[in-house]
């Protein structure tokens, strides 16, 4: 299993679980994710959804190592999560004490509440693999203060917690985040499942219709660059470790 799924009481918790490759966007924890976020949204009992993951590392962005399959398919795939994310009448939360790049920083956005620890950092790589933020521009624009989303999507730097709440990517730094969140979660659990389903409509209905009005031309566009010449050399100098042809340029 890609995804660990546990319902105790009002809620349930959806943990990445694929360490060894840092619960990268594999094509089956994307399905696997999905599912457990549909599966959540059905139960009466549930009022509430954590995620979160094992390891040192929250998500990776996409699972490179699959980069010879359909391209157009695992981009619509991954539109899809982060719709389904955004769609369910549940509140999700974020639970973060690791890495987060490129694509899990999608999954960051559409989250509803996000608090992450000490260990969480945070950086949006892809400009440097000859791709760019596509679909998960999505969900990160519309909570990311302007000037911060030009800084991180062009440099690819990393930043830590405190950072990523001053610009509006994450609602709490903690030094606890299970604390925190355990907080969160008596708080939530107090709303009626109309009333959390109706609220979270009103936070979610201007990102959802961003979905609708550019979702497909930046999936082409996503899907696009992966099959680039100039993505293709991105990507293998990563898996090989080595630097890509541009980076050689001196300023």
Known sequence: MAVQVQTDAAV?????????????????????????????????DVRAIVLTHTGGTFCAGADLSEAGGSVEGRTSQMLGLLRAILETPKPVVGKIDGHVRAGG????????????GPQA???????????????????????????????YFLTGEKFGAHEA????????????????????????CKGSPQGLAESKRLTTASILAGFDALGTDLSDRSANLF?????REGMMAFLQKRPPRWATVEL
């Open 121 to 151: 950092t945070f950086a949006l790589t892809e400009a440097r693999l000859g791709l760019a933020p596509s679909i998960v521009s999505l969900t990160l624009l519309p909570c990311m203060s302007p000037r911060a989303a030009s800084r």
């Open 227 to 231: 099959a680039s010449e100039e993505a």
């Open 12 to 44: 349930t918790t959806l943990t990445l679980d694929t360490p060894h490759n840092r619960n990268a966007l594999s094509s089956v924890l994307v399905e696997e994710l999905t599912a457990g976020l549909d599966a959540a949204a059905e139960n009466p």
């Open 165 to 188: 709440e001053a610009i509006g990517l994450i609602s709490e730094a903690s030094t606890d985040p299970e604390v925190t969140v355990g907080d969160l979660l008596d708080a939530l």
């Open 105 to 116: 920083m999608g999954l960051v956005g559409a989250c509803d509440i996000v608090v992450a």
